[in-house]
């Protein structure tokens, strides 16, 4: 077999950076009590774990009170916990026709419950017109929620224009950064987010398991679960105070430990260093595949580290298989669990491939992958005369 090539970080990152597993495999050994959930010293030493996570992720957002910051099992849990805390019946939610199913599920389900829901739609290069968010804003839209950047092909959509609507309409905004956190910068404040769903194992390069939900005060959220805390024992309603409010069960401790080593890392390394070299690779890639004949590319230029694309009418799963099979590369091919994202892009019916380096990617990697590219639109084409 060849020689292994990892190119489908927008699933997940791998591999994760040096330290992850090592403060896992500590935390277990030494710390792995129940946070909250007694007095004695393994116990106080796990709290002690959660805390630095926690106000090492606030930190990283620009979010000034560490509490606002929860911890889920990951951003689709997260999502979730935001649009069935906040939206009523007879509330009017925004989104956009390139979310994911992580939102737009949970939106079709509100549906069914007397939320209205508009789906804005997107261009067909993954872009948001603005004025068409702001043509569909009514006297009762509650909230608008929407991703950061295309997780099928990286476009970044106007978010801060959005918080500004959002701001001057008296709603709420939810923003999706599944693909954009831990690579493009992301402050709450300066981009007017009242929440921010993100998951711990993709560009934050933590584990599975573990993601988070920053909240803004004075939000009136119904929890998505009700349990211990280990806070307010005697009362029978959730407490009010943030996390507990909305942080039920035991936590994935072993997972929040190796997120606090990834997001130290990334401090380490520089947000904008990994930024510089995916974007890199992702110029050097769409390059190199608009140079093919017979290869549709997708999405913008810039955008998140992320580039779709299919060789003639190649059902997209074919070709990841031939690069999987014959060349040892790792890509993504279908619909990427974002049907409207692919209705949008006119993949519906052939889905594409994505391929999305990580901060370890080479572009020795990259150019692999561009041959083999090559030669399976040179066979196709052999095969079509």
């Known amino acids: 077999m060849k020689e292994f090539v990892y190119l489908d970080n927008a699933a997940t990152t791998w591999p994760k950076p040096p330290g992850v597993g090592e403060a896992m495999g500590n935390f277990l050994r030494h710390s792995a009590a129940n946070p909250g959930r007694g007095g004695h010293a393994l116990s106080l030493e796990a709290g002690r774990a959660l805390l630095l996570c926690r106000q090492r992720l606030a930190a990283f957002f620009g979010v000034r009170d560490a509490s606002r910051m929860v911890f889920t099992a990951s951003a689709t849990h997260?999502?979730?916990?935001?649009?069935?805390?906040?939206?009523?019946?007879?509330?009017?939610?925004?989104?956009?026709?390139?979310?994911h199913n992580a939102v737009a599920r949970p939106l079709h389900r509100l549906s069914q419950q007397g939320v209205e829901v508009t789906i804005v739609p997107g261009e067909a290069d993954g872009s948001l017109r603005l004025e068409a968010v702001a043509g569909v804003i009514r006297k009762n839209t509650r909230l608008i929620a929407m991703t950061h950047a295309s997780n099928v092909c990286g476009t970044i959509l106007p978010v801060k224009q959005v918080g500004e609507l959002a701001r001057q309409a008296g709603a709420l905004f939810l923003l999706d950064a599944a693909q954009t956190a831990g690579v493009i910068p992301i402050d709450v404040n300066s981009l007017g987010l009242d929440m921010l769903a993100v998951p711990g194992h993709k560009s934050l390069l933590g584990p599975p398991g573990i993601g988070a939900l920053y909240v803004r005060a004075g939000i009136d959220m119904?929890?998505?679960?009700?349990?211990?805390?280990?806070?307010?024992?005697?009362?029978?309603?959730?407490?009010?105070?943030?996390?507990?409010?909305?942080?039920?069960g035991t936590l994935n401790t072993v997972g929040i430990a190796g997120l606090a080593a990834s997001l130290d890392y990334i401090a380490k390394r520089g947000l904008s260093d990994i930024y510089r070299h995916e974007r890199e690779l992702v110029v050097r890639l769409r390059?190199?595949?608009?140079?093919?004949?017979?290869?549709?590319?997708?999405?913008?230029?810039?955008?998140?580290?992320?580039?779709?694309?299919?060789?003639?009418?190649?059902?997209?799963?074919?070709?990841?298989?031939?690069?999987?099979?014959?060349?040892?590369?790792?890509?993504?091919?279908?619909?990427?669990?974002?049907?409207?994202?692919?209705?949008?892009?006119?993949?519906?019916?052939?889905?594409?491939?994505?391929?999305?380096?990580?901060?370890?990617?080479?572009?020795?990697?990259?150019?692999?992958?561009?041959?083999?590219?090559?030669e399976v639109a040179r066979e196709e084409q052999c095969l079509v005369r």
Do not use: W
């Open 78 to 99: 997260a999502l979730n916990m935001a649009l069935f805390g906040v939206l009523r019946p007879g509330d009017h939610c925004i989104t956009t026709s390139l979310e």
């Open 222 to 248: 119904v929890p998505l679960f009700y349990g211990g805390t280990g806070s307010f024992s005697a009362q029978m309603a959730m407490p009010e105070d943030y996390p507990d409010r909305l942080e039920v």
């Open 287 to 374: 390059r190199g595949l608009s140079g093919v004949a017979g290869v549709t590319v997708y999405g913008q230029t810039e955008g998140a580290p992320i580039v779709a694309f299919n060789i003639k009418s190649l059902g997209s799963t074919e070709v990841a298989h031939i690069l999987d099979a014959n060349f040892g590369l790792a890509t993504r091919a279908g619909l990427h669990c974002a049907p409207l994202a692919h209705r949008t892009l006119g993949t519906l019916a052939q889905g594409a491939v994505r391929v999305s380096p990580g901060p370890f990617s080479t572009a020795a990697e990259i150019d692999r992958l561009l041959t083999a590219v090559e």
